[in-house]
């Protein structure tokens, strides 16, 4: 079965918002390389709050995107590691990160030509 995006009611606008949403597209990246531990992931991505990451973990998780895997040691250590659909999403999301890298200059500048417009 195929979405519509376009559809108000799709299911599908609910994976947009989730690979939309700029934690999740940080998590894929930081977790392409293998598991990795919360507070390897926090200080990777950088700027996020630990509330923030916990729920996004969470959400991935609960989309199939993730593992969360709990070691019975003292203290327990919890490592993160993308599923198989999860890695799916490294080459989408690491095309629109080069996109980015490339054209952020151009971006940055037409922004500020756009604000120094008379209103």
């Given amino acids: 079965m195929r979405g519509d995006a376009f559809d108000p009611g799709c299911p599908t606008r609910l994976l947009l918002d989730r690979i939309g949403d700029k934690w999740s ?34 959400t991935m998780e609960r989309d199939g995107l993730l593992t969360r895997e709990v070691f019975a040691e003292v203290p327990p250590r919890v490592e993160y590691a993308l599923t198989p659909m999860g890695l799916s999403l490294h080459g989408p999301i690491q095309a629109i990160t080069d996109w980015a890298e490339e054209n952020v200059e151009d971006v940055l500048s037409a922004r500020a030509r756009h604000d120094e417009l008379p209103a």
């Fill in 25 to 58: 597209v940080l998590v894929v990246l930081a977790l392409t390389g293998g598991p990795r531990r919360f507070t390897e992931l926090r200080r990777l991505i950088g700027g996020v709050t630990p509330k923030v990451l916990t729920q996004t973990l969470r």
